[in-house]
């Protein structure tokens, strides 16, 4: 157990609408990561927050968006929501250094 | 032509054997390396990370990163069952954008 918790596990939902996963990061972790895992793409990197503060970003569509909370927890949200964004979404955290992140057991998303 | 290039295998070897897992790249800008380690149905964990060139060791796992090549390796000595996952390369310029391969997947038979 990592230590970085993520809900739902699974999700499925339609074309066109619009989900909500939610990460929280390890205890005492500033750092959120947000990644997407397909079969056919592989591991991205979408967004990094830092203190609430968006750090960097990666392949994030314009219909995703992030943010961090100020607890800490962080939320991804996806809209119009297409069958090619079903795939696995894992958040990840770390410390004040970037090269050990703990990821979390992931949201699977299913978009019918 | 993906920034980030890995065999996906599968590959298979007996219980013992050593295990030489590679990706290639095209950006000279990365400068941060990295091995995740990921079995079924979980999240990736960090095995390896190294900077700029050269070998780095830990137990029965050594990294290595040539940039002149723009190729990364990853070896498992003395491989157990217990080392069959899923193994990504990750790669990064500046420590705050990360690209990954898709992955090699290893299974080490008994």
């Known amino acids: 157990d990592s230590g970085v918790t993520q809900t739902p596990k699974h999700l499925i939902t339609a074309t066109g609408q619009r989900v909500t996963l939610r990460c929280s990061p390890r205890?005492?972790?500033?750092?959120v990561y947000w990644y997407q895992q397909s079969l056919d793409q592989g591991l991205q990197f979408l967004i990094q927050?830092?203190?609430?503060?968006?750090?960097a970003k990666g392949n994030i569509l314009e219909r995703f968006s992030a943010q961090q909370f100020p607890d800490l927890h962080s939320e991804l949200n996806l809209s119009s929501l297409e069958l090619g964004d079903s795939a696995l979404y894992f958040c990840?955290?770390?410390?004040?250094?970037?090269?050990?992140?703990?990821f979390g057991p992931g949201t699977r998303l299913t978009v019918l | 032509q993906k920034e980030v290039e890995q065999d996906p295998g599968p590959l298979s070897v007996p219980e013992g054997a050593i295990v030489s897992l590679n990706c290639t790249y095209s950006?000279?800008?990365?400068?941060?390396f990295m091995w995740y380690r990921q079995y079924s149905r979980k999240g990736p964990e960090l095995l390896m990370y190294?900077?700029?060139?050269g070998n780095k060791e830990d137990g029965r796992f050594t990294a290595q990163v040539d940039k002149s090549s723009k190729y990364i390796s990853l070896f498992i000595r003395d491989s157990q069952p217990s080392d069959s996952a899923t193994y990504l390369c990750?790669?990064?310029?500046?420590?705050?954008?990360?690209?990954f391969g898709t992955g090699t997947s290893l299974t080490v038979i008994p």
């Open positions: 990840a955290s770390s410390g004040t250094s970037w090269d050990t992140q703990y």
């Open positions: 205890s005492g972790d500033l750092s």
């Open positions: 927050y830092y203190n609430g503060e968006e750090r």
């Open positions: 950006n000279s800008a990365f400068q941060y």
């Open positions: 190294t900077y700029s060139s």
């Open positions: 990750a790669m990064s310029p500046t420590g705050n954008q990360f690209y």
